[in-house]
Structure formats: structure tokens, C-alpha cells
């Protein structure tokens, strides 16, 4: 099946710094999504990004849509204590009946004082 | 509005054992999935449902059986566990299947197979 690609699998950083991970895949997707888990909780649709090329922002995230459709960015700014968790990405096709997700392997994102 | 509500929230099984896990949604969403999520490698679709009466396999379906009957419900059956079965699912439900929607995940169930 499709597989993506999430880089890096795991981040400690300092409250304040940024933040910048990626998924790359080796097929096309229509739909780029970025999630976050939180412990103990299903994912939560952070961004959703429809058309190659897109940045768009949502508070201290942004993401973009890669040009040629098989990649895509998350990057946080100024972290926060709360942004702890498992950040996924997912790529969305169109089978002709349904919508399928495809999701990354996920970054886990520790937020140190 | 409960969103999409999960239970139990964590069972333990025998090998050999069969259970079903609950999945339901109170926002009248036609697309429902359930998806596995194992260390380090991402949610993986299991099966999926366009609406009432209608499903399909996702990536990962052996061992696996859904059934659509209403709207609002879509468990998942495990017939016969296995060890290979532990992991936390998660069952997620959109709104319609043309174009995008956000899909909407439940809290997740952990099951251990022993």
C-alpha cells in the first residue's frame, strides 16, 4: 500500500523554539492533513491543505502543500508546553466510492521547560 | 452531541476469544471507518462504510468484521483474537464521502490479546 514518510520520528525541545517536521510519499494525494494526539485520545484535525502549493496557517502552525503533490511541512512556532503529543500526517485520495486516509508514522514532540 | 463515543475503553482477551467493539456517532455522519494504531507506524484504515448497509475493506480487514445496519452505529468483530490483534482502534466518522470533511475520531479502545 501507500506508504508515507514522517521525519523526525521524535523531537525534544526548548519552550519558545520552533518547530519544523515533514512527510514525504511516493504517491500523489488530493488532500494533505496534519493531526495531533494527545495522550490517551484519538487525533484532532489540525490543518487541512487542498491544493499543491497551499500555505495556510492556523495560529502558531503552519503547513504547506508540496508543488509537486507528493509532500508536505507542518512547521510550530514559539512552542508551548501543550503542544506535547504525536503530530501525524495524512494524505487523502479519491477512490471513486469513498475518501481514504493515508497516515504518517507520526513525530513525537516533547516540550521541555 | 457526544461526537463519536467508544467502548469499552480497554478489554483484555484471550487468544481465541471474539468480542465486538462499539462504535457510535450522534452526528448523523453518512462515512464511518475504524482504523489500528500500532508503535511506530501510524493509523491504518481496517474497514469502512459510505452509509447504511454498505462496507468495505480498508488496508488491513483479516481477521476483521463490520456491519452497518444504521446510521448512528458500526462495531467492529474480532472472531477469533489473536495476539497479533493487540493495539488501540479507533473508529472515526465524517460527513460525506465527496471531497473532504473532517473526519471526527472517537477516544480509541487498547485491547491486549494474550
Known amino acids: 500500500g501507500q506508504q508515507l514518510n514522517q521525519s523526525p520520528q521524535s523531537m525534544f525541545i526548548q519552550e519558545g523554539e520552533d518547530v519544523s517536521m515533514n512527510c514525504t510519499s511516493s504517491?500523489?494525494?488530493?488532500?494533505w492533513l496534519w493531526y495531533k494526539q494527545d495522550p490517551g485520545e484519538g487525533p484532532v484535525l489540525l490543518i487541512a491543505?487542498?491544493?499543491?502549493?497551499e500555505l495556510t496557517s492556523n495560529g502558531r502552525l503552519t503547513a504547506q502543500f508540496g508543488i509537486t503533490r507528493k509532500d508536505s511541512f507542518l512547521n510550530i512556532s514559539a512552542s508551548i508546553p501543550s503542544d506535547v503529543g504525536i503530530y501525524f500526517c495524512?494524505?487523502?485520495?479519491?477512490?471513486?466510492?469513498?475518501?481514504?486516509?493515508?497516515f504518517g508514522t507520526g513525530t513525537r514532540l516533547q516540550v521541555t521547560l | 452531541n457526544a461526537g463519536v463515543t467508544q467502548t469499552p475503553k480497554f478489554q483484555v482477551l484471550k487468544t481465541g476469544q471474539s468480542m465486538t467493539l462499539q462504535c457510535a456517532q450522534d452526528?448523523?455522519?453518512?462515512?464511518m471507518s475504524w482504523y489500528r494504531q500500532d508503535p511506530g507506524m501510524g493509523l491504518r484504515l481496517i474497514h469502512y462504510?459510505?452509509?447504511?448497509?454498505?462496507?468495505d475493506q480498508g488496508e488491513v480487514p483479516n481477521g476483521y468484521n463490520v456491519s452497518r445496519s444504521t446510521t448512528e452505529d458500526f462495531p467492529l468483530r474480532l472472531l477469533s483474537a489473536a495476539p497479533s490483534q493487540t493495539s488501540v482502534y479507533f473508529c472515526?466518522?465524517?460527513?460525506?464521502?465527496?471531497?473532504?470533511?473532517?473526519?471526527?475520531f472517537g477516544p480509541g479502545t487498547r485491547l491486549t490479546v494474550l
Open positions: 452526528m448523523n455522519h453518512e462515512y
Open positions: 491543505l487542498y491544493k499543491a502549493g
Open positions: 504517491s500523489i494525494f488530493n488532500t
Open positions: 495524512a494524505g487523502l485520495t479519491n477512490t471513486g466510492t469513498a475518501s481514504k486516509l493515508t
Open positions: 462504510s459510505v452509509g447504511a448497509g454498505i462496507t
Open positions: 472515526a466518522s465524517t460527513l460525506s464521502t465527496s471531497g473532504y470533511n473532517e473526519q471526527f
